[in-house]
């Protein structure tokens, strides 16, 4: 037949392929379609595309075919959005969901953000993903100790406690306890874990020192992500001594992580009950409370635990942040103010009053505060510095300035620090969006991951890796749409 009227029969057999398809008749569809691609002298990509449509309405749906004919249809051409969903929804449908993530944000950018239901499937898609890979990571790395950094903050969010007295006889697991107690003070966290495990291994002589030791194993586990184990000998620790507030204290952190908040404030009365004068019950309850949202009974809580017993900085701190959340600007900053002149040695006020400063866009004032606070950080001896106000005062910079590169040389110094702070990879990662430099981006999420204490850190980590990863896919297939890809980059960060 010559090419002209093979041309004009392959566009009938398109239209009467259209026909049996709007009827739902997506067999017959179908092999219209393929009887048009046939007697086409040239390829068409929408008869390819249409054969797709045909497939993954079948039931069930042929998703591998539809990959096959979407393939086909894009090598013809690459900016065909309607393969690519269609593409996206079998690779989604196969669980191939890197894939997926792949072709949904391609269509995505192609179609100029304008595609509602596209961008919601990107989500969707990344969710899945994320969720899967962060299974297969837990199911596979051993229990490992956070930074140095986040195990430091947890502990100093506990008032100092003397160690137990050892009984007159001490055994071998008695004093190994004792041993253990003393690397905690030191901050010495590794060793403290061995020798923890080690006195309960060892045996320990009298129920306070078990559960003591059953305390501290139980945070250990709580801070590697064993929540259960944690809740185990948390609850072991209790039945030795029904007074140790801590244990009830730090059960309720384990309720708040499994998503529990009733059973959290149910510990919470139960340490009450045991020791209504015991300040870190109304602190940590504030804390809990300052999650849910609830600023103005947290500071209550604060105040409380303020009132017995004033030495504690962070009741001081929290009491100022939670005011300000309630927007009681002026009785935050004199809360602060007063913080301030009590604690002159410690860094954590000046670090938090230029938090609230920066919100204020106060940056000049807020700088000065991060810079005194790492000053104080730097005179510590012994142990790491907190690099947290040098993150904060990155963010200042980029705020204040839109200097980009001082707040990257910030987040650098931090880490050359402490490497495992979570707040200076975080921070990088989204300095290098904001760069479109897509590729170290992804080397800082891929690092947020690893450093990722929790399975909702590790799936967050996960999306902005995932994300990222398929951006960096899109630029190599599409390198002239690099500006759209800017536009999504800065949407993200």
Same mark, same amino acid.
């Given at each position: 037949m010559p090419e002209e009227e093979r041309t004009k029969m392959a566009a009938s057999l398109k239209t009467k392929g259209n026909t049996a398809y709007q009827n739902r008749n997506f067999t017959q569809a179908a092999d219209l379609y393929t009887r048009a691609i046939e007697v086409s002298p040239k390829p068409e990509p929408v008869f390819y595309s249409n054969r797709a449509a045909c497939y993954?309405?079948?039931?069930?749906?042929?998703?591998?075919?539809?990959?096959?004919?979407?393939?086909?249809? &894009?090598? &013809?051409?690459?900016?065909?959005v309607k393969a690519l969903n269609r593409r996206a929804i079998a690779l989604e449908g196969l669980e191939r969901y890197e894939e997926a993530v792949r072709d949904f944000t391609a269509a995505t950018i192609l179609d100029?953000?304008?595609?509602?239901?596209?961008?919601?499937a990107v989500e969707r898609v990344l969710k899945a993903l994320?969720?899967?890979?962060?299974? @297969?990571?837990?199911?596979?790395? #051993?229990?490992?100790?956070?930074?140095? =950094?986040?195990?430091?903050a947890y502990f100093a969010a506990f008032r100092p406690r003397a160690h137990p007295t050892l009984p007159e006889n001490p055994s071998t697991g008695d004093n190994t306890l004792i041993l253990a107690l003393e690397a905690l003070a030191a901050a010495d966290y590794p060793h403290a874990v061995t020798l923890i495990n080690e006195s309960l291994e060892q045996g320990i002589s009298w129920d306070e020192g078990k559960a003591e030791a059953l305390n501290l194993r139980g945070t250990f586990k709580f801070l590697v992500g064993d929540v259960e184990g944690a809740k185990v000998d948390l609850t072991e620790s209790i039945k030795l001594v029904?007074?140790?507030? %801590?244990?009830?204290?730090?059960?309720a952190s384990v309720h708040m992580e499994q998503g529990n908040p009733k059973l959290a404030f149910e510990c919470f009365d139960d340490a009450i009950k045991q020791n209504p004068n015991d300040p870190d019950i109304y602190y940590h309850r504030g804390q809990v409370l300052f999650i849910m949202n609830?600023?103005?009974?947290?500071? =209550?809580?604060?105040?409380?635990s303020t009132e017995l017993d004033d030495q504690f900085v962070f009741s001081h701190i929290q009491l100022a942040v939670a005011q300000y959340k309630s927007d009681h600007l002026s009785n935050s900053m004199a809360t602060f103010r007063r913080t301030l002149v009590?604690?002159?040695?410690?860094s954590e006020p000046q670090n938090y009053y230029g938090e609230l400063l920066m919100d204020q866009q106060r940056f000049e004032d807020a700088v000065e505060k991060f810079d005194k606070a790492f000053e104080m950080e730097k005179q510590k001896v012994g142990t790491i510095p907190n690099v947290l106000p040098?993150?904060?005062? #990155?963010?200042? &910079?980029? %705020?204040?300035? %839109?200097?980009?590169?001082?707040?990257?040389?910030?987040?650098?110094?931090?880490? @050359?620090?402490?490497?495992?702070?979570?707040?200076?990879?975080?921070?990088?990662?989204?300095?290098?969006?904001?760069?479109?430099?897509? #590729?170290?981006a992804v080397k800082m999420f891929s690092r947020q991951a690893e450093l990722a204490r929790s399975e909702p850190e590790l799936v967050s980590a996960l999306t902005f890796k995932y994300a990222t990863l398929s951006q960096m896919e899109f630029l190599k297939n599409y390198p002239s749409m690099a500006a759209q890809l800017n536009q999504m980059a800065m949407s993200m960060a």
């Open positions: 993954v309405n079948m039931s069930p749906p042929k998703h591998d075919l539809v990959v096959l004919d979407c393939d086909e249809a &894009l090598k &013809l051409d690459a900016n065909y100029k953000f304008q595609n509602q239901a596209t961008a919601s994320a969720a899967k890979k962060a299974a @297969e990571i837990i199911a596979t790395r #051993g229990a490992r100790l956070p930074s140095f =950094t986040f195990i430091s029904p007074s140790f507030t %801590q244990s009830i204290v730090k059960i609830d600023f103005a009974n947290a500071a =209550t809580n604060y105040t409380k009590a604690f002159p040695q410690r040098l993150v904060n005062k #990155g963010l200042a &910079l980029y %705020q204040w300035k %839109q200097d980009i590169t001082a707040a990257e040389k910030c987040c650098e110094e931090a880490l @050359e620090i402490d490497p495992e702070c979570e707040a200076a990879v975080a921070t990088f990662a989204q300095l290098s969006l904001q760069q479109s430099k897509v #590729g170290d």
